[in-house]
């Protein structure tokens, strides 16, 4: 048998546990949040765990937080996020930080802690824009990446969000001999990341730098991607002689593309002709729940595809741009 008083003494123990845990809810909870998260990041498991399937090549996650007077502090004044994700050789993450509180920076280091990359934010557009920082990164060697979010200036604190896309260079669902309307709908989804994804050798000409894609959009066309004036896939053909033929190339890529877009994705198709110069745009908003899910990114999906025919000296050529 318990006596009266050691089952007094359990039910006044239990209830004293039970008003530490209510009063200390909120700490305890955000605690196992942040182990719960750290356990992921270092296992490989958070992007699979919490992140949203582009494509099975590319996952997107987006978080929140805040550098408080809690935050980690550097010598040089300034709070900080350390946030470790684990990354394969090759592997390639994308990223944007965010802050209308004040002007980022970021550092990438790995698990050597030797070395890294700073990147800072131009305090000159903070007032009109906030900060924004993107960043792509492409792992090295395989193992614990660091990616620590900080701000510019010394001993300021606030909000920020940061967009994550990850990259698994293990795998891919789309190449050069995969069928037109299938590239097309793949290249597109990259527009948001402005196709950082894609890149490969970069090369320079007249026209300034330029990137060879890893998926020709025209297997038997020019394939390249821009940075100047904004991030741009052009794909053209060898400049046609003859006006009649330009045409018809124009007419099967308009028809072409309008049969790649999927029905559900809501576009504005824009046609103008003048003279000999032809323009058509496509102005896509929505959702690829077919065959590559959507990249929801900065409000939304929304992305352009352009077939221009135009003269080129005594030539004329046609091109499809996606931005």
């Not at 845990?21 to 998260?37: D, H, Q």
């Not at 490989?44 to 935050?71: P, W």
């Not at 894609?198 to 998926?215: I, N, T």
Request: glycine residues 6%; proline residues 3%; contains cysteine.
């Amino acid at each position: 048998m318990v006596s009266k008083a050691r089952k007094l003494t359990a039910l006044n123990y239990y209830i004293r546990s039970m008003i530490y845990l209510a009063a200390n809810y909120s700490t305890i909870y955000m605690v196992f949040r942040r182990f719960l998260f750290l356990v992921l990041l270092l296992s490989g498991g958070f992007f699979s765990a919490s992140a949203q399937n582009i494509d099975s090549v590319v996952q997107y996650t987006y978080m929140k937080n805040a550098l408080t007077e809690r935050s980690r502090f550097f010598d040089s004044g300034r709070y900080a996020y350390y946030l470790p994700i684990r990354m394969h050789k090759d592997d390639f993450m994308y990223f944007l930080y965010e802050s209308r509180d004040y002007v980022g920076s970021v550092y990438v280091r790995d698990s050597s802690l030797k070395g890294g990359i700073w990147k800072h934010d131009d305090s000159s557009l903070f007032a009109p824009l906030g900060s924004k920082i993107k960043m792509p990164f492409k792992a090295p060697f395989t193992g614990i990446y660091y990616f620590i979010l900080t701000t510019k200036d010394a001993r300021t604190l606030g909000k920020f969000g940061i967009h994550l896309f990850y990259f698994d260079s293990k795998t891919t669902i789309c190449t050069s001999e995969s069928p037109f309307a299938r590239k097309l709908r793949y290249i597109t989804q990259h527009a948001n990341t402005g196709f950082e994804f894609l890149k490969e050798k970069e090369g320079k000409d007249g026209l300034g730098r330029y990137f060879q894609p890893s998926v020709n959009l025209l297997s038997d066309g020019y394939n390249q991607i821009v940075s100047e004036p904004t991030e741009t896939y052009l794909a053209n053909y060898a400049p046609f002689k003859s006006l009649k033929q330009a045409k018809n190339k124009f007419n099967d890529l308009a028809l072409m593309i309008a049969e790649a877009l999927p029905d559900h994705v809501s576009s504005e198709v824009k046609n103008t002709e003048d003279g000999k110069t032809k323009e058509l745009e496509f102005v896509l908003k929505g959702d690829f729940k077919k065959d590559i899910n959507s990249l929801h990114f900065a409000g939304g999906f929304k992305s352009k595809v352009i077939l221009t025919l135009k003269p080129d000296g005594d030539n004329y050529l046609v091109a499809i741009q996606l931005l």
